[in-house]
């Protein structure tokens, strides 16, 4: 037995952890910190795994859907950029569920719930990133929006029966969402996923050419230094701070106005240029024509990716939702027998 890993005689170097230990555990959390064993549960009953908490079990969900798999495969920012670099919508969710995570740590929050929220924010997205989503709004009552998507995946699609934490979280991960989420850790996943994005794609912006370090404004380098890993921890940093003090999750008020301003930059400078190149341009003809094509012709769509009691146009928009951004190509391309520049 190696240095330091001593029992006391008759104990087992290894404890066995099931799930009532860790439920027990979780009494050391912060007093606003959510408890698994007070969950508000599943639209399904379901006994309780014996070595899972209910949060747990939806992180394992979430992670193994195919759902998530197909987060590999769809844009971020950029369309098929050139280089192995650049971050896709699964290395974003990955990501974002590191941020959430030391944020719950950090406030002594429930850690498996903020993971599980943060692992399945983005699954609902759609092919080619937020144009894909501007492209099948004019399809939906009310505008089409991933997170909404994501906790339908969830429910119908590929469903998992989450707890009502879990979907809370999701539905309500994007700061335009009203009401906001119901728990702390959702509110951290919020958090994370901007801390991550504006890191990330800022990072991808200098890379692909479309900015220079010494582009961004004054206030974001004073603050930040220059794009980098260094932004993420003082971010973090700076949401712990605040929340330690405030006893809700909140960010310090400069580090704050500094995230705000680096955001409306990126909005101005690339978002909205990446989404207005000729690439977008192909992609909305893409996602639209195939929208336009199974509307006529429903029978197309897979049976094992549809909610056959759903109305047409919801059955069609789930299926062309749920596509790569390869495979919308590749699809577009078989049935229409055109080449477009999208990949």
């Not at 330091?4 to 170097?13: E, I, K, N, R, V």
């Not at 050391?28 to 070595?51: C, M, V």
């Not at 004054?218 to 003082?234: E, F, I, N, Q, Y």
């Not at 549809?306 to 047409?312: D, N, S, Y």
Request: with cysteine; glycine share 8%; charged share 20%.
């Amino acid at each position: 037995m190696s240095q330091g890993a001593a029992s006391l005689p008759g104990m087992s170097a290894l404890q066995r952890v099931r799930r009532a230990d860790r439920e027990a555990a979780e009494d050391r959390l912060s007093p606003a910190g959510t408890r698994s064993a007070a969950s508000r549960g599943r639209a399904q009953p379901e006994p309780p795994d014996s070595d899972r908490t209910a949060f747990e079990v939806d992180r394992d969900r979430i992670l193994h859907s195919k759902a998530f798999r197909r987060l590999k495969h769809k844009t971020q920012v950029f369309l098929d950029p050139d280089g192995d670099h650049y971050v896709t919508r699964l290395t974003h969710a990955l990501q974002v569920t590191q941020v959430a995570r030391a944020l719950a740590v950090g406030l002594g929050l429930n850690e498996p719930l903020a993971e599980a929220i943060a692992l399945g924010h983005d699954v609902g997205h759609s092919p080619f990133g937020h144009t894909g989503e501007q492209a099948l709004s004019p399809y939906v009552d009310g505008g089409w929006h991933h997170a909404a998507q994501s906790v339908r995946i969830f429910d119908v699609l590929d469903p998992a029966n989450l707890t009502e934490e879990v979907r809370d979280g999701i539905r309500a991960h994007t700061w335009r969402i009203t009401p906001g989420p119901a728990t702390p850790e959702g509110a951290c996943v919020r958090y994370a996923d901007r801390i991550a994005y504006l890191s990330h794609d800022a990072q991808d912006a200098v890379r692909a050419g479309l900015l220079a370090p010494g582009d961004f404004p004054a206030a974001v380098r004073d603050a930040l230094g220059p794009p980098g890993g260094r932004w993420v921890g003082a971010l973090v940093t700076a949401v712990l701070d605040a929340s330690a003090a405030a006893g809700t999750v909140t960010i310090v008020a400069d580090a704050g106005a500094v995230m705000a301003e680096l955001r409306a930059f990126l909005f101005a400078r690339v978002y909205d240029r990446a989404g207005a190149g000729p690439r977008s341009a192909a992609a909305v003809t893409v996602i639209r024509r195939l929208v336009e094509h199974h509307l006529a012709h429903p029978a197309a769509i897979p049976a094992t990716y549809r909610e056959t009691g759903a109305p047409p146009a919801t059955q069609v928009v789930d299926y062309v939702a749920g596509m790569t951004d390869r495979y919308a190509v590749a699809t577009y391309e078989r049935l229409f027998g055109e080449r477009l520049a999208v990949s």
